[in-house]
């Protein structure tokens, strides 16, 4: 109750604060990318619950001849970039906050998909509410590889607590002005989770077969 608390206060502050930015935002995202300037996708909440997220757009919906999206390094542009790197594309999730989807600092809301493709442990990400920030963004955010991000995930959920919330609140705005972690490496966005390989999978792969 004390952290549902704290998110309602601090989304409804950060909003209140925060209104002229987002409509600036608002404005030059219509220009640079056109509509719709937010970005609004399902994602697994709370046990796995899903809801709308909302966030500001970051890619132009250019297409090849096929008429296919071309791959996401063609569609992020400069501001694009920009606004993934400062993370003002996110700033739309504080109306998530409010409506109890998500929390200030929880694990990232993934994609649905993703869903089937965890392992048990994984799963229990899924524990807690997903969060603006969270403390694999925290230890590398996009940088990482999967199985590293899902256990920090995990880690989260096992010690949570107010005081690591507000130390993940202060590295978050550290590694914002850091711009650290933006993508992975060799990629424009994070690369697609398709689950952990089963044992057999590993030992064959460890052998080099």
């Given at each position: 109750?004390?952290?549902?608390?704290?998110?309602?206060?601090?989304?409804?502050?950060?909003l209140?604060?925060?209104?002229p930015?987002?409509?600036?935002?608002?404005?030059?995202?219509?220009?640079?990318?056109?509509?719709?300037?937010?970005?609004?996708?399902?994602?697994?909440?709370?046990?796995?619950?899903?809801?709308?997220?909302?966030?500001?757009?970051?890619?132009?919906?250019?297409?090849?001849?096929?008429?296919?999206?071309?791959?996401?390094?063609?569609?992020?542009?400069?501001?694009?970039?920009?606004?993934?790197?400062?993370?003002?594309?996110?700033?739309?999730?504080?109306?998530?906050?409010?409506?109890?989807?998500?929390?200030?600092?929880?694990?990232?809301?993934?994609?649905?998909?993703?869903?089937?493709?965890?392992?048990?442990?994984?799963?229990?990400?899924?524990?807690?509410?997903?969060?603006?920030?969270?403390?694999?963004?925290?230890?590398?955010?996009?940088?990482?590889?999967?199985p590293?991000?899902?256990?920090?995930?995990?880690?989260?959920?096992?010690?949570?607590?107010?005081?690591?919330?507000?130390?993940?609140?202060?590295?978050?705005?550290?590694?914002?002005?850091?711009?650290?972690?933006?993508?992975?490496?060799?990629?424009?966005?994070?690369?697609?989770?398709?689950?952990?390989?089963?044992?057999?999978?590993?030992?064959?792969?460890?052998?080099?077969?």
């Open positions: 109750m004390a952290k549902r608390i704290f998110d309602l206060v601090a989304s409804a502050c950060a209140l604060v925060l209104w930015l987002l409509a600036v935002l608002y404005l030059v995202s219509w220009r640079m990318l056109g509509r719709p300037v937010f970005f609004r996708q399902r994602r697994p909440g709370l046990h796995g619950k899903v809801f709308n997220l909302i966030k500001l757009r970051t890619m132009s919906d250019a297409r090849g001849p096929d008429g296919q999206l071309l791959p996401d390094a063609q569609r992020l542009d400069s501001y694009g970039r920009f606004l993934r790197s400062t993370s003002l594309d996110e700033l739309p999730e504080l109306i998530n906050i409010l409506r109890g989807d998500m929390s200030v600092v929880g694990p990232r809301p993934l994609l649905v998909r993703y869903l089937e493709r965890y392992s048990p442990e994984q799963a229990r990400r899924h524990e807690v509410r997903p969060g603006l920030t969270g403390w694999a963004q925290v230890k590398g955010r996009n940088a990482l590889s999967w590293e991000r899902l256990a920090l995930d995990v880690w989260y959920v096992d010690n949570r607590s107010f005081w690591l919330d507000l130390k993940i609140i202060l590295l978050t705005v550290r590694a914002v002005l850091l711009r650290e972690g933006i993508s992975a490496q060799g990629e424009a966005t994070m690369g697609e989770f398709m689950g952990e390989p089963a044992t057999g999978e590993q030992d064959r792969g460890q052998k080099g077969e």
